[in-house]
C-alpha cells in the first residue's frame, strides 16, 4: 500500500523559511517523477515543483530562486526548502508522483504578512 506522509509545515513570517519533508512506502522515489503540490484557500492544487528520476528539477515562476525540491534516495524521502516565504504561499503543501494517485493529508504551511 503506497503512503505519503508530508511534514514540517507552520507558521511563519514573510521571508522566513521552512523546510518540508515527504516519506513514502510502498513507493520507490528513485524510479518516480515526484513532485510537490500545494493548494491555496478557495484555488486549486497546483504542481509548482517537481525533480525527475534522474535529478532534474523544474519549478513554477512563482516560486522559482526560493523553493528548492531535492531527494535522499536511501531515505526514499523528498524535501522542500523554501526561503523568503511569502503571504501567497499559504497552503496545504503535498508531495506525490506525477501523474499523482493518492494523497495523503498534507502539511499546513501559514506565512504571516
Known amino acids: 500500500q503506497v503512503q505519503l506522509v508530508e511534514s514540517g509545515g507552520g507558521l511563519v513570517q514573510a521571508g522566513g523559511s521552512l523546510k518540508l519533508s515527504c516519506a513514502g512506502s510502498g513507493i520507490i522515489f528513485s524510479i518516480k517523477t515526484m513532485a510537490w503540490y500545494r493548494q491555496a484557500p478557495g484555488k486549486q492544487r497546483e504542481l509548482f515543483a517537481r525533480?525527475?528520476?534522474?535529478?532534474?528539477?523544474s519549478y513554477l515562476d512563482s516560486v522559482k530562486g526560493r523553493f528548492t525540491i531535492s531527494r535522499d534516495n536511501a531515505k526514499n524521502t523528498m524535501y522542500l526548502q523554501m526561503n523568503s516565504l511569502k503571504s501567497e504561499d499559504t497552503a496545504v503543501y503535498y508531495c506525490?508522483?506525477?501523474?499523482?494517485?493518492?494523497w495523503g493529508n498534507g502539511t499546513l504551511v501559514t506565512v504571516s504578512s
Open positions: 506525490n508522483q506525477v501523474p499523482p494517485f493518492s
Open positions: 525533480i525527475s528520476s534522474g535529478g532534474s528539477t
